[in-house]
C-alpha cells in the first residue's frame, strides 16, 4: 500500500485562492420556522448554487487549476455517480482540456445530463466499487488522463473544505458545531481541515445514510470498513469512506447515522420552508439534526447543504 | 358604483417604511445557464423566499399595519385561494388581530396549511368569484372585520410593489424591463407605481395564462372583462383583474399569454438550474421570456418570483 499523501490545514486556504475566480461564493440562508422545528439556531451554506449545482465544484476545480500544463494536455478522468463527475467536467472545461467519466448505473439522469452538457466523455459501468476502479483505471492507461479522485485525493478534500472556511467567515457568529453528510469523506475531511485551520473549537458532526453506515462502523472500530453494498436513497453518499479521509477524521468527527424515511422528511421540509430544491444527499444533515434534537438545542449550528440534482421525475416521496 | 381609491407612487415609498419592521429584504439571484437560455440578463427577486413564502406578504402587512387600534380591534377578513390569506393570516397574527380567510374550492393544500399555522379562521366556499365575495361579506357582517381584498385595495397594492422598488434598488445596473405574473392585478399595479416612483423608463410586462387571460383582453379592450371561469395550474392567477388595478394599469403595460405546459417547464427549469423551489404562479414570468426570445434579447430583465407554496404531492409534471 502506498504512502498517503494526505492534506493539511494550510491547504484549504490555498485552494480558496485557486479556486476564487472560479467558484461562486454561495449564500447563507437562515429560516425562523426550521430554528423553532430544530429548536437550533441553523446556518445552512447553500452549496446546491455552487456552480455544477454541488459543493464538488470546490475540490475538482482545485484539482485542475493545480495540474501542471503538461498533465493538463493529457486531461483527467474520475468515476462518480454524478456531482463530482459534472464538476470536474465544468473544471476540466474552463481549463479546455479533455475529461472523462466513468459512471456506475442507477445514476440519477439529472447528474448524468449535467456531465454530458459540460463537454465530458461518459463511460458506463457496473454500480461496484471494484468496477469504477477498474473502468477507471482503463480509461486512464489508454488516455495517459490523471485520475481526480472524488473524494480520496488531497487536492480535491482541500478544496472540498473552502466550503466551511467560506461559511465560517460569512456567520456573523461563531458555530458551535457544523454538520455535513459524509460518503466518500471528501467534504468531511475538507471540513474538519476548514475548522483546524479556523482555530475554533467547533464540533463536527457528519451525517451518514444508515443503509451506507461505513463511516460510522469506520470510527467506532478504527478500521476501515470499505467492503459493503450500499442502500439508501441518498445517492451521493454510496461511496466507501476513503483512506485518507479515514485518516484525517479518525478520533476527530462524531457520526448521526439517519434512516432514508428521516432524510426524505426533512428533504421535503427545506424544499417546503427553505424553497430549496436539495438533493436527498444534502437534506440528510437537517435529518440528523432532527434525529438528535437535544445535541443541538440552543446551539449555532452550521449546516452544509451539499447539492441540488435531483431528478423531479423520481421523488423520493412519490416512488410506488 | 362607488369612486375607485387610487393609490399613488408615494404610496409606494410609505408602504416601503411601514412594512420595514416585519418584511424579509429578499435576494436577486443570477443565473448563467438562464442567462444563455434566455439571450437575456435575467435578475430574479426572490419573493417566494418571502415570509409566508410569496410577495403577498407585503400588501397584507401593509394593510394591516395601517388599520387604526379601533379597526385593528375588530380583526381583517379576506378570500383567498392561498397565499394572500397566509400573508394575511401572518401579519394579523404579528399585531394580535383576529383574522378570518374565506378560502374557495380547490386551493392547494400547502397554502390552506400556511393560513391555519398563522392561526386564522378558515371559511369554505365554492371557487366562483361571487361566491368568495358573498361568503366573504356575510364574515364581514358578523364580525365587523375589516376586509383587506387580496388585490383590488389601495394598501394592498401599495404593499405589493415594495418588491419592484427593492428589486429596482439592489440591481447593479438600470432594468430595461421587468416582467411580473398578474392575476387580479395587486402585483402588477404595485410594480407600475414602484416604476413611477423610480422615474424610471423601464418597461413592464405582465404574464398572465391563457387560461385565464382576462387582463389581456380587458387592456386590448379598454373594458375589464371579469367574467369567465380560469382553467390553469396557476393557481394563484385565476382571479380577475381588479378595478383599481385596472384603472391604474390600462395603458401603461402590456401582456404575454402562456399556455400552462410552458409554464410547467419554465416551473421545471427554476427548480433544476436555479434550485428554487416556485409555484406555477411564479415561473409563468420565466415562461413569458422564454415565449417571446427576440423581445428580451439583450436587455436587463427583473422577474418577480412571486411565490412557492407548492404541493410537494401533486407537482404538476407528475399529474396523471
Known sequence: MKELSLPGAADVLAAAARIAPHASVTPVLRSQVLDTLSGARLHF?????????????RGACNAVSALTPEQAARGVVTHSSGNHGAAL????QSRRIPCHV????????????????????????????????????????????????PYADAKVIAGQGTAALELLQQCDTPLDVLVVPVGGGGLAAGTLLALQQAATPCELVLAEPAGADDTARSLASGQRQPDFVPATVCDGLRGALGAPNFALLHGRASVITVDDDATVAAMRRLWQVLKQTVEPSSAIALAAILADPARFAGRNVGVILSGGNVDLDALPWSRP
Open 45 to 57: 451554506k447553500a452549496e446546491h448554487l455552487q456552480r455544477s449545482g454541488a459543493f464538488k465544484f
Open 89 to 92: 467536467a465544468l473544471a476540466a
Open 102 to 149: 466513468v459512471v456506475p448505473e442507477g445514476a440519477v439522469a439529472a447528474k448524468l445530463a449535467n456531465i454530458v452538457r459540460h463537454g465530458a466523455v461518459l463511460w458506463r459501468c457496473a454500480s461496484t466499487q471494484a468496477a469504477r476502479e477498474a473502468e477507471c483505471a482503463r480509461v486512464q492507461a489508454e488516455t495517459g488522463a490523471m485520475l481526480v479522485h
